[in-house]
Every structure is written in C-alpha cells, then in structure tokens.
C-alpha cells in the first residue's frame, strides 16, 4: 500500500515569474489563480527573530504535467428501423491535451510559518480590508489566501505540447426485413481533425514553479482564523466545502480548499516528477438523445 503524503504546493497562473517579483512570501492574494496579483504589495516583512524561513533545494530536479479532456456526444435513432424500415447513429467526439515537461538544474523551496500577530498585521493593508469588506459571503464572512511557500526553478528547460482532437462518425441504417430481404446494414462515415504545436525552451530564467497558502477567514465579528490550504495542484479532488480543486504534487502542490472556480480548471491533470508515475482517467462527458 503506497505512502499518502499530504501536498501542499500549487501551480501559479503562468511559468513567467520572477522570483521576487509578483509571488512573495507574505503575500495576500483574492484567489489561487490570482496568485501574482497580490494586495498587499510590498508584503509586510518577514521578522525572522519570531518567525523562521526555511529553505530546501534538490539538484537535477523533473516534472511532467499531462492534462486532458474529452467531450463526447452521441444521438442515436437506430429504434426507428423497426418502424420506419430507416434509422442512423450520430457520434462526435472534441479532445484537448496539455503537457508540459521541465528539466531543472536545482529547485529551491522557500517558507515560512506565519505568525498570528502577522496575519493579523497584513490584513491592515488599506487594499486587503476594503477587499475583505466588499466581498464578504452570505454569513457576512470573508476570506483571502497568504503566500507562505515558493518553489523556483534555476537553470530549467522545457518541451511544451498542445494538441486538440475533433471527430464526426456517422452511420445510416436500412431494415429491409419488411421487404422480405432479410439485411440490417448501411453506410458509416467518418473524420477526424487534429493539430498539435509543440514550444522547446531551453535556458530559461529562474522562475517561480509552485507556491504554497493559508486561507485566512475573518467571521463578521472580525475574528481571524487561518489553516493550511491542503489537496495539491495537478489531481482533482474534492474539500470539506464540496468544491473540486486541482493538485500538484511536488513534495506536495495542493488543495483540498480550495475550488475549480477558483482556478478556472475544470479538466484532469496527471503528474509525474523524477522516477515516480501518476495516473488518471480523463474527464468524460456523454449524452444521448432518443428522437
């Protein structure tokens, strides 16, 4: 039986920030998929005679990123040979798949364990009380995320593909028993699209792989609550909430806090770092309609 781990780190919106930049430890951010948009900027500094920063690195460091997802609809109206000696099925089916590959001379981990005087403080910022104050829920409870982890990549090169996938079949049937010929058959037709672009990197800049956050709740009352963001970027998941987040696993890239809304994703996603393997079954969608 495989070891779970909890995951902890998450993909940011793109692969094209600094470090030291955007996405800052101490950062408050609206959402994950708004992780280089931060209120409070320049965070408030990290006191490190109460709080400590740690940091980690891996040399020879790999990941690959799948993500796919398949869209399929058939309408079939084959029971009307028996009536009308005439039918015909019609399938369709609309794929995309995403993969990234990046190779990385060393990762670098960086974090720390904010203290509650310093949520607290950083939720004085003018930009972060008037967001909290315009966007509170139906409880009168609003709620923002804080950057306590950053994952950047040095030395990384990558192979990004992008392919998408368009088919039509369909088949048209005759019953010819009610003419004495005892034949159930026809014609089927078919054709498939697809296109695919491929981008080689190679060089590239230190740039930030992967974060990591609290969710910090304030009730109406003004009370401050804050915990871990747990689930992982890159596998979906499900939360105490019923929201479907998405998981990275990279010593842990998560959230089971966090939703799909919250980062615009709605598909599969598969991972794979160094030797280990992931797998998962792509999203599906069918419908049939009976004419």
């Known amino acids: 039986m495989a070891l779970e781990r909890q995951k902890f780190y998450f993909f940011p919106p793109t692969r094209e920030t600094p470090p030291s930049t955007t996405i800052k430890l101490g950062n408050i951010i609206t959402l994950p998929r708004n992780a280089d948009e931060p209120l409070n900027s320049p965070p ?85 009380k008037e967001f909290l104050k315009e966007n509170r829920n139906w409880l009168s409870n609003s709620k923002v995320y804080m950057i306590t982890g950053i994952k950047i990549a040095y030395g990384a090169s990558g192979v990004i593909v992008y392919a998408k996938k368009k088919g039509l079949n369909l088949h048209l049937g005759v019953n010819a028993t009610n003419l004495g010929v005892p034949v159930e058959g026809g014609p089927n037709f078919g054709v498939t699209r697809e296109r695919s672009v491929t981008e080689e990197i190679g060089g590239k800049e230190p740039f ?39 998981r990275l696993v990279v010593d842990g890239v998560e959230d089971e806090d966090a939703d799909a809304d919250e980062f615009e994703i709605e598909n599969s996603w598969n991972i794979k770092e160094d030797g280990d393997t992931a797998m998962s079954e792509p999203i599906a969608c069918a419908m049939s309609l009976e004419l």
């Open 44 to 128: 408030l500094p990290i006191d490190t005679t109460t709080m400590e920063v740690f940091e980690h690195e891996i040399k020879d460091y790999k990941v690959t990123i799948d993500h796919s997802a398949t869209n399929t609809i058939g309408i079939w109206a084959s029971f009307l040979m028996q009536i009308l000696g005439l039918g015909g099925d019609v399938g369709g089916e609309h794929s995309n798949t995403d993969k990234e590959e990046w190779k990385c001379e060393s990762l670098k981990t960086v974090w720390f364990t904010p203290s509650p005087a310093y949520i607290v403080k950083s939720l004085e910022n003018s930009a972060v």
């Open 208 to 246: 930030v792989l992967a974060f990591r956050m609290r969710r910090i709740k304030v009730s109406s009352k003004g009370d401050v609550e804050n915990k871990i963001v747990t689930g992982g970027m890159l596998s979906l998941g499900s939360d105490e909430e019923g929201e479907e987040p998405v």
